[in-house]
């Protein structure tokens, strides 16, 4: 991509894909039921959908509408933006601290691409036909405690993301999107279908969907928020990374909407594919980051067809997770190509190299350096909490705070295509609801 002429999406459609993509990842299937397990269910979700729609939409909307008007690297718009508002360039720490977040949350994510990817082997080499859920978990521990394997694959899942990137192919991928989607969606279909079959999907729908407010507490609260900014890739960039290939015709309010939805359904299919299993074969709710890998190959194992259905479920998945970790070493590369030196290429292998770097302190955390802590946390959950509990919301409220009360209002509602009683309604959004929500989950988690 030339340094001067910043490309744009062909459309609207191409753009709702890339976003999608990015959008769409492990955070959906793998993170997306574990933190509902480990938080006690349906409380848990209904305040992580109240997140997503009262303040994620809005803030979704809001980075696509900065990146747009900057054109370019997260640091670089957001300095331009305010610079052209008449405020002081500091709000670039806001596009600082997103690409940070975004090269803090590879390194781990590489990690569980990385079993995803030892997932499809497994599936291929029929390791998951006729195991009991105990063989299964067995597998899982095995993996985990060896860190040659965790470090094989965690290295082949980044330098797939490195040479994607590194080449400047991200785009080719759209059209990918557009097929693995769906079949994504289709396959978990198929699992829910294998869920009723158990006897226990009722006990998974309530669980889901029927409250206990007793569970309830600030951690949780401030856990959903957070996992509503991870899933939307909110808070560290890259949507304001994208944003800046957007072009003017495009009608941001409705594209998140569809994305929004579409990362919704995916995440609360994966639910219901998984809890009717977790019942049926008791186990642990609360299991955390192994939930999926000890579950879902229950079914595989013990439907049939589940060899070839385990083997496209498990493809889908690392396909899912290339097309966000894409998005994440995406916006630290666009930044070093246009702030430093360095061209496409290097830029992206020297972010690509020191996110995987990272990432193997945080794959030793499982075995070798289990007993390694700081602040009661090993490398891996230090990673994922630091983002998600505290550089995502931040930044993500700094970018709706600029926006909603910084910049010229007239302005903000041309660019958002809002009608008069629309307005008053995303005024009311991001000037409060938003802010001292996030505010308010800080307070009380506290
Ligand atoms: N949103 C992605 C998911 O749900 C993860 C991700 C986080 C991608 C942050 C990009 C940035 O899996
Ligand atoms: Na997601």
Redesign the pocket.
């Known amino acids: 991509m030339s340094k001067t002429n910043h490309a744009q999406w062909s459309s609207r459609f191409s753009f709702i894909l890339a976003a999608t993509g990015?959008?769409?990842?492990?955070?959906?299937?793998?993170?997306?039921p574990y933190m509902v397990g480990q938080s006690g269910g349906a409380a848990f979700v209904l305040v992580y959908l109240l997140c997503i729609f009262l303040i994620g939409l809005p803030i979704l909307v809001t980075e696509w509408m900065l990146g747009r008007r900057g054109q370019s690297n997260p640091v670089t718009t957001m300095s331009k933006v305010a610079h052209s508002a008449g405020r002081t360039r500091a709000w670039a720490l806001v596009g600082v601290s997103g690409v940070l977040?975004?090269f803090l949350?590879?390194s781990f994510?590489s990690v569980i691409g990385g079993w995803s990817l030892y997932y499809t082997l497994g599936s291929v080499s029929g390791d998951f036909a006729g195991q009991s859920a105990d063989g299964i978990g067995e597998l899982f521990s095995g993996m985990l405690a060896s860190p040659g394997l965790l470090l094989m694959w965690h290295s082949i899942f980044m330098l797939l993301v490195i040479g994607i990137v590194a080449r400047g192919v991200t785009k080719g991928l759209e059209g990918a999107v557009n097929i693995m989607m769906p079949a994504l969606a289709l396959l978990l279909v198929v699992l829910i279908g294998y869920g009723m079959t158990t006897g226990h999907f009722g006990e998974a729908v309530a669980y889901l969907f029927n409250p206990d407010w007793s569970k309830l507490s600030g951690e949780t609260v401030l856990a959903a928020l957070g996992h509503a900014?991870?899933?939307?890739?909110?808070?560290?960039g890259?949507m304001l990374a994208y944003g800046s290939y957007l072009g003017q015709e495009v009608n941001l309010i409705k594209t998140a909407r569809t994305v929004v939805i579409m990362?919704t359904v995916i995440?609360l299919g994966a639910g219901l594919a998984i809890f009717p299993i977790v019942f049926a074969n008791n186990l642990d709710l609360a299991s955390g980051p192994s939930l999926i890998f000890v579950t879902l190959p229950v079914a595989f194992g013990n439907i049939g067809g589940g060899t070839i259905l385990g083997l496209l479920f498990f493809v889908l998945l690392t396909f899912?997770?290339l097309t966000?970790?894409i998005?994440?070493l995406e916006p630290v590369t666009e930044f070093l190509e246009e702030r430093t030196p360095l061209s496409r290429a290097p830029a992206a292998i020297v972010a690509g190299l020191a996110a995987w770097a990272l990432g193997i302190a945080a794959l030793l955390s499982f075995n070798l350096w289990s007993d390694f802590t700081v602040v009661g946390l090993g490398v891996f959950d230090l990673l994922d909490k630091l983002?998600s509990k505290f550089m995502?919301p931040l930044t993500g409220l700094g970018a709706v705070v600029f926006a909603a009360w910084f910049l010229n209002r007239d302005e903000v509602r041309k660019d958002l295509e809002l009608s008069d009683s629309g307005f008053t309604l995303w005024t009311l959004l991001t000037r409060f609801v938003a802010p001292i929500g996030v505010l308010v989950v800080f307070i009380a988690s506290l």
Do not use: C, E, Q, R
């Open positions: 990015s959008a769409v990842g492990l955070g959906n299937i793998w993170k997306f977040g975004a949350i590879l994510y900014f991870f899933t939307l890739s909110l808070g560290m890259i990362d995440a899912a997770a966000s970790a998005s994440l983002t995502l």
